[in-house]
């Protein structure tokens, strides 16, 4: 997330979270729960993409504050937590917490879990996203904490594939097509993160190179 966001940003982004929602309920017919849960998922797919994409493009220009992909981080981060917090709302208006987590139940129990501890997650990074918690934690902690994303990424991405392909909850085991979207999606955050890794191991090590090159001696 960024410490630092607009109410115009927080507009469109609101008006895109919830727009998606909107279609994914009325126009694709997906129920109230499913189409918050699922727009959660594509903000924070947005989120894993912004970080490595700035890192691997060099851009010919400066991006302006309003178009440059960073200054979105904290706009997306809030509304999906707002998106998914309200996904498990819904989800306990419809049926009892202990019946979603509960000892010794089957993958359904587990998949509930992981989506609990990233939700738990997710509240954390966001309540640490204000300035006044952020001057009392310093910056360094606050920028480890942010680091988590990637671990909420793939717990919400174990959850939603577990319920995809593996769960005969409601209905029967056929994905469909979010499923296999959502795999893409997951492909995808792994691949660049992998790439901007093996790039950054490159650089550190040309560094390294220029550094132990010996400065020729003025005559």
Known sequence: M???NTIRQHFIVGIFSLGLVAILKF????????????????????ILL???????KKSTAPFSPSFAPWSWRGELGIWFTLIALTHFIILLTERSFSSLIHLGGSGYSLANLM????????LLLAAASFSKVIAILGLDLWKWLHSLTHAIFYLVSGHFIYFQFFSTYGGGPSPDWFGYMAVFMAIIVIWLQLVTLVLMA???????????????KKI
């Open 115 to 122: 989506g609990l501890v990233a939700l738990f997650w997710t």
């Open 50 to 56: 912004i970080g490595p994409v700035m890192r691997l």
């Open 2 to 4: 960024d410490a630092h």
């Open 202 to 216: 490159k650089k550190h090590k040309e560094e390294s190179e220029v550094k132990k090159i010996p400065k020729s």
């Open 27 to 46: 126009l694709l017919g997906n129920s109230l729960t499913v189409a918050f849960a699922r727009v959660s998922f594509i903000l924070l797919f947005l």
